[in-house]
């Protein structure tokens, strides 16, 4: 099941009971929850890249109200239909372990033996993945500096994290697949609908990936509504909106005790290589 391999060398990583190490002797701490840190200091941006622990939290705490359920649903039947009986997969962006922990139930429950391996840049949010999903792997890094070898994954995904083509493909083995959920036109709606007095529909996409062909594109729309204003502002903080909403938005979003939105969203699928 090792499929990280080192930041360092390169070489293949052995995950031990308490660190991994490669063969020339690099070694790396696995942390009491169960995950290992594999961002090199000069492949950080900040002291403490990615999200935080508060919005971490937040995150967790919208996901739990299971309002994205259909698309992990969605996700989860896709990879289904892709993978063998011990397909290699990882989550490009795994944040907090939601999707992770409901693919990974989802093919131990269709007989699969699945190895799946998440990583992020977020140390909070890559500490809550490995203590939600306790089948995975899980490790800090970048999604531009992946620690695995090439042609080491059957499949890659990611949602809602910044992508990588190049990377993707490189980790990907020969006949793999990438798997990648974006926002549609009408993609939160509602909320938009009260942040802004003239909203908007989000730009249309080609989906066109360099490396990469489309294989299947499928659109899971549906609407969910959420009760009290702290899911309500857990919503709003992971949204880019949230950095960019004028104050009167905010306030009037701040002051909602319900909100139903439309969810709207593409779940593409992309073969390796040219079609």
């Known amino acids: 099941m090792d499929l990280y391999s080192c930041p360092v060398c390169g070489g293949r990583l052995a995950w031990g009971e308490h660190a991994c190490r490669c063969p020339e002797g690099h070694s790396f701490d696995i942390a009491a929850q169960g995950y290992v840190n594999l ?11 990615g999200d935080n622990a508060e919005m971490v ?48 139930e989802a093919l131990e429950g269709a007989g699969r033996a699945p190895a799946l ?36 994954a059957d499949l890659v995904y990611n949602v809602f994290s910044p992508l990588c083509p190049r990377e993707f493909s490189r980790v990907l083995a020969p006949g793999g697949h990438f798997v990648a959920a974006y926002p549609a036109a009408r993609h939160l709606w509602g909320l938009k609908s009260v942040l802004y007095d003239a909203p908007y529909e989000n730009a249309d996409k080609s989906f066109e990936l360099e490396g990469f062909h489309i294989t299947d594109r499928r659109r899971v729309r549906y609407s969910f509504t959420l009760e009290g204003s702290a899911l309500i502002e857990s919503l709003f903080s992971m949204t880019p909106y949230y950095y960019k909403t004028p ?23 992309y073969g390796k290589g040219e079609a």
Not at 85 to 98: F, N, T, V
Not at 121 to 150: E, I, M, N
Not at 247 to 265: I, K, P, S, V, W
Request: aromatic fraction near 8%.
């Open 39 to 49: 961002l090199l200091a000069n492949q950080k941006s900040s002291p403490n890249p």
């Open 247 to 269: 104050a009167e938005g905010a306030a009037r979003l701040a002051a909602l005790e319900t909100l139903t939105t439309e969810a709207d969203f593409w779940v593409v699928t």
């Open 117 to 152: 391996f998440g990583v992020d840049l977020s140390k909070p949010a890559v500490r809550h993945a490995a203590r939600r999903c306790r089948g995975g792997r899980f490790a800090v890094a970048s999604l531009f500096a992946l620690p695995l070898a090439d042609g080491s």
């Open 57 to 104: 939290a937040g995150r967790t705490r919208f996901l739990d109200s299971g309002s994205y359920a259909p698309l992990s649903d969605a996700l989860n039947g896709t990879v289904l239909a892709l993978c063998g009986d011990a397909p290699r997969i990882l989550d490009a962006g795994c944040g907090e372990g939601y999707y992770a922990a409901r693919l990974f």
